[in-house]
């Protein structure tokens, strides 16, 4: 099974601020990866596809990088309503794997 | 736009049974293959199963193997998850969500397992 660390597990920034988590990969997924916000009480949502791709209708502020082992999820500039907690998601291979998740709080 | 509600959630004792639905709709059904993830309270997001199009070709995560069974009616746009020898540990609320890459998400559906 391919396993996802996500880090960091939580993260506190202000407004304006520039926010990047990590997710690595146990083994190779090319750019088989997913990236989720998620509110309180709320579904998932999927902010980015293949790594890099911006899911339509997500602000541009959301940006995805990486291929292989080593992905990033960055918010160029956090917004109030960017408090949620953020998951990666390899879709390369079965069983899917989700990392352990980011709760970013707002200063 | 892509709709999924799930349903068919609520409290069963250990050891019961317990189908979830979800219907599809905004989307051509029949294409795409689903999945169902859940998470328990307070906790992170846990893969369940995926189901292909077809629905010849099914996946599971080791903690529900022999126990969970996703299927789907194409002629009614619906995929299912058919739950037995439910466990304390399988309380979680229930998502479906589209492809095997999670694409939409329905609202979720609570499972509460407990005497």
């Known amino acids: 099974d391919i396993q996802m660390t996500q880090s960091p597990s939580s993260l506190s920034a202000s407004v304006g601020d520039r926010v990047t988590i990590t997710c690595r990969a146990s083994?190779?997924?090319?750019?088989?990866l997913g990236w989720y916000q998620q509110k309180p009480g709320k579904a998932p949502k999927r902010l980015i596809y293949?790594?890099?791709s911006l899911q339509s209708g997500v602000p541009s502020r959301f940006s995805g990088s990486g291929s292989g082992t080593e992905f990033t999820l960055t918010i160029s500039s956090l917004q109030p309503e960017d408090f949620a907690t953020y998951y990666c998601l390899q879709y390369n291979s079965y069983p899917r794997t989700f990392g352990g998740g980011t709760k970013v709080e707002i200063k | 736009e892509v709709q999924l509600v799930e349903s068919g959630g609520g409290l069963v004792q250990p050891g019961g049974s317990l189908r979830l639905s979800c219907a599809a709709s905004g989307f051509t059904f029949s294409n795409y293959a689903m999945s169902w993830v859940r998470q328990a309270p307070g906790k992170g997001l846990e893969w369940v199963s995926s189901i292909s199009n077809s629905g010849s070709n099914t996946y599971y995560a080791d903690s529900v193997k022999g126990r969970f069974t996703p299927s789907r009616d194409s002629s009614k746009d619906t995929l299912f998850l058919q739950m037995n020898s439910l466990r304390a540990e399988d309380t979680a609320v229930y998502y479906c969500?589209?492809?095997?890459?999670?694409?939409?998400w329905g609202q979720g559906t609570l499972v509460t397992v407990s005497s």
């Open positions: 969500a589209t492809h095997t890459a999670m694409a939409d």
């Open positions: 293949a790594a890099s």
């Open positions: 083994q190779g997924i090319t750019n088989d």
